[in-house]
């Protein structure tokens, strides 16, 4: 592989007595010959939580009437949201927990109430299954779905919000956002689009897939409705693990997709219980706190922030193009378009992820956006800038 020459190592913030980058590595499962980027698709939990788990689905599997009883397992659920909600800036009775992110979603579009002629308002930046969704309870009750185009690459979180403002109108009934996009990996100004839209009357879900873990998040200041988040992404958490969070008024017509026993006793005992299912996932998420905070919690997440700023524009100009977002509208993940002449479409995505993966082992998501290529890239404790190297690396030989 060629090499490529390495620019001077930026001072990258770390928390007191952690070293971050590949020595980390050895907290997960990872194999080792793999130079990993996509954390931002399933995350990657570390082996102390998934021991903890373990240990639940021990505990489980020796007396599973006696763990699963809706009487005993429903306060160990409740601490655990509560945990979660207090990490959140929310209180526990107005958390609860999901699969994932796009089941949270759902639950909200499936108990809102749409009429002939409603509009949903989108963007062009929404995550696909989310779009679908959105398709299928529109398209029965006669609704629209409306899309705000919104700036790409953006200069500044003020486009964004008046692409918003321009796509609201008299029929707009629900709006629903991204707080960090898939796809472009773009930190949405979501409390501003959420302002804008109540102003206008109109209710506000935001999708935040990507949120817990990767930012400060505080959830009741996002000023929507309803928000969901994964938390088996940033957070380190089991995989099928996510919340769903509602406003005291959100909550009065919000049904799980599955009504089972706890069908019109309130929020909470309607989402603890949708039938037998595997919770451990759930229970683990203080042991994926106890090691969020272990990690540097704020140092963390200013050190991932750091390196994905870092190592975007190390691609950028090594390849000779953009980035795609201003510094102050990315997390932990970054998007930077690929050299040479490829159709920017989603046929050719695939075929230069899959040959970045067989060839050189390097794990991470290639993406069709305005009609160019662009690579994902993720920040996460086990990285160094060595690993984007590799990158740069093998696209400029591919």
């Given at each position: 592989?060629?090499?490529?020459?390495?620019?001077?190592?930026?001072?990258?913030?770390?928390?007191?007595?952690?070293?971050?980058?590949?020595?980390?590595?050895?907290?997960?499962?990872?194999?080792?010959?793999?130079?990993?980027?996509?954390?931002?698709?399933?995350?990657?939990?570390?082996?102390?939580?998934?021991?903890?788990?373990?240990?639940?689905?021990?505990?489980?599997?020796?007396?599973?009437?006696?763990?699963?009883?809706?009487?005993?397992?429903?306060?160990?659920?409740r601490a655990a949201a509560g945990q979660l909600a207090a990490f959140l800036g929310a209180a526990g009775e107005d958390l609860v927990f999901v699969d994932n992110a796009t089941t949270g979603v759902n639950a909200v579009l499936r108990s809102f109430a749409?009429?002939?002629?409603?509009?949903?308002?989108?963007?062009?930046?929404?995550?696909?299954?989310?779009?679908?969704?959105?398709?299928?309870?529109?398209?029965?009750?006669?609704?629209?779905?409306?899309?705000?185009?919104?700036?790409?690459?953006?200069?500044?979180?003020?486009?964004?919000?008046?692409?918003?403002?321009?796509?609201?109108?008299?029929?707009?009934?629900l709006a629903i956002f991204d707080l960090v996009s898939s796809?472009?990996?773009?930190?949405?100004?979501?409390?501003?689009?959420?302002?804008?839209?109540?102003?206008?009357?109109?209710?506000?879900?935001?999708?935040?897939?990507?949120?817990?873990?990767?930012?400060?998040?505080?959830?009741?200041?996002?000023?929507?409705?309803?928000?969901?988040?994964?938390?088996?992404?940033?957070?380190?958490?089991?995989?099928?693990?996510?919340?769903?969070?509602?406003?005291?008024?959100?909550?009065?017509?919000?049904?799980?997709?599955?009504?089972?026993?706890?069908?019109e006793q309130g929020f909470v005992n309607e989402f603890d219980w949708t039938g037998t299912r595997d919770p451990t996932a759930w229970l683990a998420v203080p042991a994926a706190l106890d090691f969020y905070r272990s990690m540097g919690d704020s140092a963390l997440r200013a050190r991932n922030h750091a390196l994905a700023i870092a190592a975007s524009e190390l691609l950028a100009q090594q390849w000779g193009t953009e980035t795609g977002a201003p510094a102050g509208m990315v997390a932990a993940m970054a998007v930077v378009r690929l050299p040479g002449g490829l159709p920017g479409t989603p046929v050719a995505a695939q075929a230069v992820h899959d040959r970045l993966w067989q060839k050189y082992h390097i794990e991470?998501?290639?993406?069709?956006?305005?009609?160019?290529?662009?690579?994902?890239?993720s920040a996460q404790i086990y990285n160094d800038l060595d690993d984007y190297r590799r990158l740069a690396a093998g696209v400029a030989e591919a």
């Open positions: 592989m060629n090499e490529i020459p390495s620019p001077a190592a930026p001072a990258l913030p770390g928390g007191i007595g952690i070293r971050y980058g590949r020595a980390l590595r050895s907290l997960f499962r990872l194999e080792e010959a793999t130079t990993f980027l996509n954390h931002g698709s399933f995350g990657l939990t570390p082996v102390t939580v998934l021991a903890a788990q373990e240990a639940f689905r021990t505990e489980m599997e020796r007396q599973p009437v006696q763990f699963l009883n809706r009487a005993a397992l429903q306060p160990r659920l749409l009429k002939p002629g409603d509009e949903v308002l989108i963007t062009d930046h929404t995550y696909p299954a989310v779009r679908n969704a959105v398709r299928f309870v529109c398209s029965p009750a006669g609704a629209r779905i409306v899309e705000a185009r919104l700036p790409f690459p953006p200069e500044g979180p003020d486009g964004i919000v008046a692409a918003v403002r321009n796509a609201l109108t008299e029929r707009t009934r796809g472009s990996a773009i930190v949405m100004p979501a409390t501003a689009m959420a302002r804008v839209c109540r102003d206008a009357g109109v209710r506000v879900l935001i999708d935040g897939a990507h949120g817990p873990g990767m930012l400060d998040l505080d959830l009741p200041a996002l000023q929507a409705d309803w928000v969901t988040g994964n938390a088996h992404k940033w957070l380190f958490a089991p995989r099928g693990c996510a919340l769903l969070w509602a406003t005291k008024e959100a909550q009065r017509d919000l049904h799980p997709t599955v009504i089972s026993h706890g069908f991470v998501p290639v993406m069709s956006i305005a009609q160019a290529l662009w690579v994902r890239i």
